[in-house]
């Protein structure tokens, strides 16, 4: 007799719904697997062999079997604990075979019998719902996160006795509901906290407006982490959409929270310059999420970027550009969201003081070209915005009144956000101006002649590539969206030129 009970195995975020098949085999008591199991799956024996006895079913004493189908797909984690344990009550007997057939089963086991919480339940929903399955059993403190998943019924379990109560039909659980959340509450700090900086403010609203990428180029504490920190308090809150995209790429790396499973505010991620490029990019032996992709549809920001490894920089170039992280490895590809907004900053020099009149740089010509250098010319033509700071006087501090208040920012960023939403269509999504593709950029940012023609003589005298003329004009399309008209002017290509001249200025691209 092969009883069956059915798992979760994620790939990447994606989760892949998994047979376990247990059957009796030649030999001593015990158990073998099949299946590719990780060394994380192949201890769940012990696991679950201790939690059946501690919860009263004891152990077969005959030789078992345990495949993880389909064969050819690496297992690994913890969460295939719960449907090993109930594939083995239901081949003996335990359990009726059949109660388990539309079911799934997603957690790990204590040695005491009572189940564990584990990464990636709403990835888990998921796809119960994708195949088709109606019930899922997970730990207690995974019921909210999996119960965000429409047309699936999630039953949160304790222990392995109330599953096997559930599934005698001697006790019947509780389904957990979606948890109604009232409006997310921001941390960012607040603009108005920011002095004078009245370009960098400007620069940071399209940026926001948008969805573009940002350099800030500037002495230390002229307000560069301030404003970068500012910046969720200025974009719109996620739709339901993108709260559940979010959500499913923390969950993954176990960062969601129990008591508020589902993400509503946008994610701001800053790495410490020590980040590598795992770490920036995502990968290992089973490939995680990591920082860009951790920051979908929020903000990364990398402080003090010169300081970053020149290998981890350049990983981002393909991020940036498809929005997608893809990771290959010799058994299996998988691919990571990453339509994230970048906002980096970084000194002029490494003492940080190259033209600031009141502190003089002490720092010798060479050092100062190769720390410029460490930003690579592919990667600077891919950020759209590059704006220059400078320090503010301490009697300007004391004196200069506070600025513009992030909520008046956020309502003029919102009104250009809505304005994108109804136009730039791909399929049934839209996307921000900076996402727009070619095609998008010719439908909805179309220049006039005189336009052309006064970017084109622009373009010439600055060395624009290709990709900087196409990033110019989707920052004149949101300078134009946040001015509130359709057709892109003159004046908005002149002041998103401005935004290249940092790149120009300071040589920070390599000659």
């Given at each position: 007799m092969t009883a069956k009970?059915?798992?979760?195995?994620?790939?990447?975020?994606?989760?892949?719904?998994?047979?376990?098949?247990?059957?009796?085999?030649?030999g001593m008591p015990g158990i073998d697997m099949t299946g590719l199991p990780t060394a994380s799956l192949r201890e769940s024996r012990f696991r679950v062999r201790a939690a059946l006895r501690a919860s009263g079913y004891g152990w077969p004493e005959k030789r078992l079997v345990a495949n993880f189908a389909?064969?050819?797909?690496?297992?690994?984690?913890?969460?295939?604990?719960?449907?090993?344990?109930?594939?083995?009550?239901?081949?003996?007997?335990?359990?009726?075979?059949?109660?388990?057939?539309?079911?799934?089963?997603?957690?790990?086991?204590?040695?005491?019998?009572?189940?564990?919480?584990?990464?990636?339940?709403?990835?888990?929903?998921?796809?119960?719902?994708?195949?088709?399955?109606?019930?899922?059993?997970?730990?207690?403190?995974?019921?909210a996160e999996a119960a965000l998943v429409p047309d699936v019924e999630v039953y949160p379990v304790a222990s392995v006795v109330e599953v096997v109560e559930a599934l005698r039909g001697e006790a019947t659980l509780a389904r957990s509901?979606?948890?109604?959340?009232?409006?997310?509450?921001?941390?960012?700090?607040?603009?108005?906290?920011?002095?004078?900086?009245?370009?960098?403010?400007?620069?940071?609203?399209?940026?926001?407006?948008?969805?573009?990428?940002?350099?800030?180029?500037?002495?230390?504490?002229?307000?560069?982490?301030?404003?970068?920190?500012?910046?969720?308090?200025?974009?719109?809150?996620?739709?339901?959409?993108?709260?559940l995209e979010v959500t499913r790429i923390h969950s993954v790396s176990g960062l969601v929270d129990p008591g508020a499973p589902l993400r509503r505010t946008r994610p701001f991620r800053a790495p410490h310059a020590t980040a590598s490029y795992a770490a920036l990019v995502g990968g290992g032996s089973d490939p995680r999420p990591g920082e860009v992709s951790l920051a979908h549809a929020g903000v990364l920001f990398l402080d003090e970027v010169a300081e970053f490894g020149r290998h981890a920089l350049d990983a981002l170039r393909a991020p940036i550009e498809d929005r997608v992280v893809r990771i290959s490895r010799s058994r299996r590809s998988v691919i990571f969201p990453a339509s994230f907004a970048l906002v980096a900053a970084m000194n002029p020099c490494p003492c940080g003081h190259a033209g600031d009149p009141s502190r003089a740089c002490r720092c010798p010509q060479r050092r100062i070209d190769a720390y410029r250098q460490r930003m690579s010319g592919?990667?600077?033509?891919?950020?759209?915005?590059?704006?220059?700071?400078?320090?503010?006087?301490?009697?300007?501090?004391?004196?200069?009144?506070?600025?513009?208040?992030?909520?008046a920012v956020r309502e003029r960023v919102m009104a250009a956000r809505e304005l994108q939403e109804a136009r730039n269509r791909v399929g049934a999504r839209a996307v921000t101006n900076a996402a727009l593709d070619l095609e998008g950029l010719e439908r909805h940012a179309h220049l006039g002649g005189q336009e052309s023609l006064y970017l084109a003589r622009a373009g010439r005298k600055l060395g624009m590539s290709a990709r900087s003329w196409h990033r110019v004009i989707r920052v004149a399309r949101t300078i134009a969206d946040l001015a509130g008209v359709e057709q892109i002017a003159r004046a908005h290509l002149a002041e998103a030129l401005t935004y290249r001249r940092v790149a120009r200025g300071r040589a920070l691209v390599p000659a």
């Open positions: 009970a059915r798992g979760v195995g994620l790939i990447g975020i994606e989760g892949c719904l998994v047979e376990v098949q247990v059957g009796t085999a030649d389909p064969a050819d797909v690496p297992k690994g984690g913890t969460a295939f604990d719960l449907p090993l344990a109930v594939a083995v009550l239901a081949h003996e007997g335990v359990v009726p075979a059949s109660a388990a057939d539309n079911a799934v089963f997603y957690g790990e086991l204590g040695l005491d019998g009572s189940t564990r919480a584990v990464p990636g339940a709403i990835n888990a929903a998921l796809a119960t719902r994708h195949h088709a399955r109606r019930v899922l059993f997970v730990p207690a403190r995974n019921a509901e979606p948890r109604s959340e009232d409006a997310p509450v921001g941390d960012a700090p607040d603009l108005r906290h920011v002095r004078g900086q009245i370009r960098a403010r400007r620069a940071l609203e399209v940026a926001a407006a948008g969805g573009h990428n940002l350099l800030m180029v500037g002495p230390p504490g002229c307000g560069k982490t301030l404003l970068a920190r500012a910046m969720p308090g200025i974009l719109p809150p996620l739709t339901l959409d993108e709260a592919p990667l600077m033509d891919r950020i759209d915005i590059h704006v220059e700071l400078s320090g503010v006087p301490p009697e300007e501090l004391a004196l200069r009144p506070e600025g513009e208040p992030s909520g």
